[in-house]
């Protein structure tokens, strides 16, 4: 079945304590990207990749870190997470036609 | 720079009411547009999309027309179900009729009661 995965779904963390989300799909897209999404303001995007070693800034990257060492891994890099940060994280990838969504993942700085 | 501009929610109707969700955008050049669907807990999926102007992209019963001359892209569904229930976003992609690079509205929620 073709999906995009994400782990953890639920992350409770305190500030300056970093962490990785991270993302994963099965079909072999070379584009990947994250967004965040918070009430009232939709999606945004964090970072996309065009491809393996190709990453670039969206249009809320401050604070986040990606890496794409694997076509299939795209994961995200809070190093010193703050509490604006909690918010809803969604991965996806996309084959030029249409975008893939990862289920989420829900994240609370304290 | 692009954006799109939903209509506030959220919107509550009953079973069977017809569904207008409207959606304008503001964009440079002549850009793809979608729907896309986040049932709760769920991650975001493709409803329908249109790639050019006067072109209607439809499924599950729901439809929207690209409409060049007043920049929208507007959702209908003339019956709407319990199970219709779900957070609808508008988008737009400048990048020659890809999905990659999505501009999105913020959202409207919609509750469909029985």
């Excluded at chain 1, 975008?99 to 700085?109: E, N």
Aim: charged share 20%; hydrophobic share 30%.
């Amino acid at each position: 079945e073709a999906q995009v995965t994400q782990n953890p779904r639920y992350l409770i963390t305190v500030t300056g304590k970093k962490l990785t989300v991270t993302c994963s799909q099965n079909m072999n897209h070379e584009y990947m990207s994250w967004y965040r999404q918070d009430p009232g303001l939709g999606l945004r995007q964090i970072y996309y990749s065009m491809n393996v070693e190709v990453t670039d800034k969206g249009d809320v990257p401050e604070g986040y870190k990606v890496s794409r060492k694997e076509k299939r891994n795209f994961p995200l890099i809070l190093e010193s997470p703050s509490p604006n940060q909690t918010s809803l994280y969604f991965c996806a990838s996309s084959s030029g036609l249409q975008q893939y969504f990862g289920p989420g993942t829900r994240l609370t700085v304290t | 720079g692009d954006s799109v501009t939903q209509m506030e929610g959220p919107v509550t109707l009953s079973e069977e009411a017809f569904l207008t969700i409207n959606c304008t955008y503001t964009a440079t050049g002549y850009p793809s547009l979608f729907w896309y669907v986040q049932y709760p807990g769920e991650g975001l999926q493709l409803l329908l999309k249109a790639t050019k102007a006067d072109d209607k992209g439809s499924n599950k019963g729901f439809e929207a027309t690209y409409r060049k001359e007043t920049t929208s892209f507007h959702l209908e569904k003339g019956s709407v179900q319990v199970s219709d229930s779900a957070v609808y976003f508008c988008a737009l992609s400048m990048s020659s009729g890809s999905a990659r690079q999505l501009t999105f509205g913020s959202g409207t929620q919609l509750t469909v009661l029985p």
